[in-house]
C-alpha cells in the first residue's frame, strides 16, 4: 500500500510576513477577507512590525494606550500595508542611492614634479614596490616618493538602477528572537521558519519522536545563492580587499546545505536522512520531491522540507541586474509613461507584473518550510492534513544556447503532472477544479513562454478557463524559496476557496497566450466548484524545470476515509481536535509576538560511546525507538 505524503505543518516568513495559520496568504489577499480574519492578521503583523505591543494579553501603543482590533485596524492599516510585500528596498539593507563601491584613480604629481606623501609604516605595501623611494620621518611615519604615479582605489557612491524587493516586513528582525551571533541572515531565517512550521502542527517534536524510529526522520532544505552577507561568504570574499581578516565561521555558515544542517543540528537534533538539492529558482520543488520520495519508499515518515534565501544584497542585485533580468527604475518608468525627467518615484509596489507589460523580476527573502508525514502516522498522531504532495516533476532543457533561457522541459514536467493527477482525482476534477501556481517571474520573456506553456498544456488536455495566479505579485521572486512562497499560498487558496488576483497588473499583455487560461486582476471566490488540486509550477536558470501536484485537504479526506474506513477516521477526527486546539493556542501567542523559538545550542548532545549497537539495532541515545537494520533481498536473486 502506498504511503500518501501529507502536509500537516507549514510556516515561515516572507515580505508578506507570518505564513503558519495562512497570515501570509491573508495579507495578499487582504481586502477579501472576512473583519475578524483581517483585523488578527494586520494584528499580527502590527505587533511583528514594533508598531504596538501587548501587555497582558492587550494590544497597547507603544506608548502604552490600550487598542481594541478595530482601533488597531484603523490607526495602523495604512503602515502595515506600506511595510509588508514588496517596496522600495530600506536602508537597514543598503542604501539604494548611495550604494558604496570603489573607484580607480591613476595619481601622478604635477608639473612634472614627483608625487609625494606621508603614511604609517605598517600601512606601506608588502613588497615594497620597485619605484617607491621611503624615507623614515620618525619612528611611525615615512614619507613616500613616487616618479610615476601610481593607482588607487577610493570610496565612492552611486545609485543603483534597481531600487525594489520583496523585503520582511518593516521593523521584524529574526536576529532579535534568539542568540544568532555571528549567524549569517539567511540562517536566522531558517531556524525561525522552521520553528513556525514545526509549532504549526500543534504537536510536540519530542511526541513526535515517540512515534518514530531514529533514521526515519530526514530533512531536506538548501539556498540557491548560499549566505552572502558579511558573516558568510560576503565577508569571506571581501575581507583581504578590505583589509580585514577571514573569521572560522564565514566559510562553513556560507555553504548552501547550511539551511538544512541548521534545522538538524540546532532545531530537530535529527540523526536522520538529510540532503541540500539545489535547482536555481525550482529549488524548493526539488528538496520537496526527495521528502516526498522518501515517504512513498518507506524511508522516512517525517520528513521537514523548505529552503531559506536573503538574496537582498548589492552583489546579488549587480549580478541579476547585469543579466538584464531585474525591474529597473527606468524600465519601471518607461512601462508607467514617465518622462526620463520625471522628479516622481516608479511604483516600486508594483515593480514585480506577472503576465502584464513588466521588465524584470523583483528579488525577494524568504524561509518556508512544510511538515510532511506519511498518511499512518498523520492518523495516528492526529495531526491536522493541510494538503498532499503526490507528485513533483523534474526535467532539464537539452542542449542550450543560452544557459539562463527557458526550454523544453518545462512542458514534460507540466504534462506530466496534470496527467498524474487525472489518473489520481479523475478528468473532471482537474478539469473543472485545478488552478495554477505559475511561475510568473514578471520577465517580458516569462509572460510569453510560461503562457504559451500552460495555454498548450490545458488545450491538450481539455481544460477551459484554467486559473491561473502567481504569488510573485505579492511577495517577489525568492529563487530556491520561490516554489515554497507559491505553494504556501496555494494552501491558503485551498482553505479559504480564494485565488489571489494578479493586482500589480493593469491588464494582460498583449503576447500573452490565454485561449484556455483565465489570469484575473481580482481576487477570485470559488464556491460552485471548489478547489482540489493545484499545480505548482517552477522554472530555474540553467534548465531546472519542476512542476508539482498538491491535493487540498477536502480530497485527502476522501482518500483517507476510503482508506481506513469511516471508524478508523472518526477516531482520528477526535484526535485531530486536540492537535488544532494546540496549533490555536501557538498561533495566538504568535500574533502577540511570542514565537516560542526552538534554538537548542549544545543541548543533549548525543555520546557516540553511549550507542548501543547489535546484529539487529542501534540504540541511540535520546530516542525511545531503536534503529533496526532492515531486512535487505533485493538482489538475492542474483547470488547462488
Known amino acids: 500500500m502506498s504511503r500518501l505524503p501529507v502536509i500537516v505543518g507549514f510556516g515561515g516568513y516572507n515580505a508578506a510576513g507570518r505564513s503558519s495559520s495562512h497570515h501570509a496568504f491573508r495579507r495578499m489577499v487582504l481586502e477579501s477577507l472576512d473583519s475578524q480574519s483581517r483585523q488578527e492578521t494586520l494584528a499580527g503583523l502590527a505587533v511583528m512590525m514594533k508598531l504596538v505591543k501587548v501587555v497582558d494579553g492587550q494590544y497597547q501603543t507603544p506608548e502604552g494606550t490600550p487598542l481594541t482590533l478595530a482601533e488597531l485596524e484603523s490607526r495602523f492599516t495604512d503602515a502595515i500595508i506600506a511595510g ?6 530600506e536602508k537597514r539593507y543598503l542604501d539604494v542611492d548611495a550604494a558604496p563601491w570603489q573607484k580607480n584613480l591613476n595619481l601622478t604629481g604635477t608639473a612634472g614634479k614627483p608625487l609625494e606623501f606621508i603614511t604609517l609604516r605598517k600601512h606601506l605595501p608588502e613588497p615594497l614596490p620597485s619605484d617607491w623611494i621611503v624615507e623614515e620621518l620618525n619612528e611611525t611615519d615615512v614619507q613616500v616618493t613616487l616618479y610615476d604615479g601610481c593607482d588607487i582605489k577610493v570610496d565612492s557612491f552611486r545609485a543603483l538602477p534597481v531600487k525594489s524587493a520583496g523585503q520582511l516586513p518593516t521593523g521584524f528582525d529574526p536576529a532579535e528572537l534568539y542568540a544568532s551571533r555571528f549567524h549569517p541572515r539567511g540562517l536566522q531565517m531558517a531556524v525561525v521558519a522552521a520553528t513556525d512550521a514545526l509549532r504549526s502542527t500543534g504537536i510536540e517534536w519530542s511526541t513526535i519522536l515517540e512515534h518514530v524510529a531514529p533514521d526515519e526522520v530526514a530533512v531536506y532544505a538548501s539556498s540557491a545563492m548560499s549566505q552572502l552577507d558579511e558573516n558568510s561568504f560576503g565577508g569571506l570574499m571581501q575581507s583581504r580587499l578590505k583589509g580585514g581578516r577571514v573569521t572560522a565561521k564565514q566559510l562553513a555558515l556560507g555553504l548552501n546545505s547550511m539551511p538544512a544542517d541548521f534545522i538538524n543540528a540546532y532545531v530537530l537534533g535529527s540523526v536522520g536522512s ?32 523548505g529552503n531559506s534565501e536573503a538574496p537582498i544584497n548589492q552583489e546579488c542585485i549587480d549580478g541579476y541586474g547585469a543579466m538584464g533580468a531585474l525591474a529597473t527604475e527606468d524600465g519601471l518608468r518607461q512601462i508607467e509613461g514617465r518622462e526620463q525627467g520625471d522628479q516622481n518615484e516608479v511604483d516600486w509596489r508594483r515593480a514585480s507584473r506577472p503576465f502584464g507589460q513588466n521588465c524584470g523580476f523583483t528579488l525577494a527573502e524568504s524561509a518556508q518550510f512544510v511538515v510532511l508525514m506519511d498518511d499512518a502516522l498523520a492518523l495516528e498522531l492526529g495531526a491536522d492534513i493541510h494538503g498532499a504532495v503526490t507528485d513533483v516533476f523534474v526535467n532539464a532543457d537539452g542542449f542550450k544556447k543560452s544557459i539562463s533561457a527557458p526550454g523544453p522541459g518545462n512542458y514534460l514536467t507540466m504534462a506530466k503532472a496534470v496527467a498524474s493527477a487525472m489518473q489520481i482525482v479523475g478528468e473532471e476534477s482537474v478539469r473543472l477544479r485545478s488552478f495554477v501556481h505559475a511561475h510568473g517571474s514578471s520577465t517580458p520573456a516569462n509572460r510569453v513562454t510560461e503562457s504559451e506553456l500552460l495555454d498548450r498544456i490545458a488545450g491538450t488536455f481539455g481544460i477551459a478557463d484554467w486559473p491561473v495566479t502567481a504569488a510573485k505579485a505579492y511577495v517577489g521572486h525568492a529563487l530556491a524559496s520561490a516554489s515554497a512562497d507559491q505553494l504556501i499560498s496555494a494552501l491558503g487558496s485551498f482553505k479559504y476557496q480564494l485565488i489571489p488576483g494578479i493586482k500589480t497588473i493593469d491588464a494582460i499583455a498583449d503576447d500573452v497566450h490565454r485561449q484556455h487560461l483565465s489570469i ?23 534548465g531546472n524545470n519542476a512542476s508539482g501536484v498538491v491535493l487540498a485537504p477536502e480530497v485527502v479526506e476522501r482518500m483517507l476515509r476510503k482508506r481506513y474506513g469511516a471508524e478508523s477516521f472518526a477516531a482520528y477526527c477526535d484526535r485531530r481536535e486536540h492537535t488544532r486546539a494546540a496549533a490555536q493556542q501557538y498561533d495566538q501567542r504568535a500574533l502577540h509576538g511570542q514565537f516560542d523559538i526552538l534554538y537548542n545550542f549544545g543541548n543533549d548532545q548525543i555520546d557516540d560511546r553511549q550507542l548501543r549497537i547489535t546484529p539487529e539495532k542501534i540504540q541511540v541515545p535520546g530516542f525511545s525507538r531503536p534503529l533496526m537494520f532492515s531486512k535487505d533481498s533485493r538482489y538475492s536473486d542474483m547470488l547462488d
Open 84 to 89: 509588508t510585500l514588496i517596496r522600495r528596498i
Open 520 to 542: 484575473s486582476l481580482v481576487d477570485v471566490p470559488r464556491t460552485a466548484q471548489p478547489l482540489e488540486v493545484c499545480f505548482i509550477n517552477s522554472k530555474g536558470f540553467g
Open 274 to 305: 538529510t540532503g541540500s538539492i539545489t535547482g536555481a529558482c525550482a529549488s524548493f520543488l526539488y528538496n520537496l520531491q526527495k521528502g516526498i520520495e522518501q515517504i512513498g519508499a518507506g524511508k522516512a515518515r517525517v520528513v521537514i522540507v
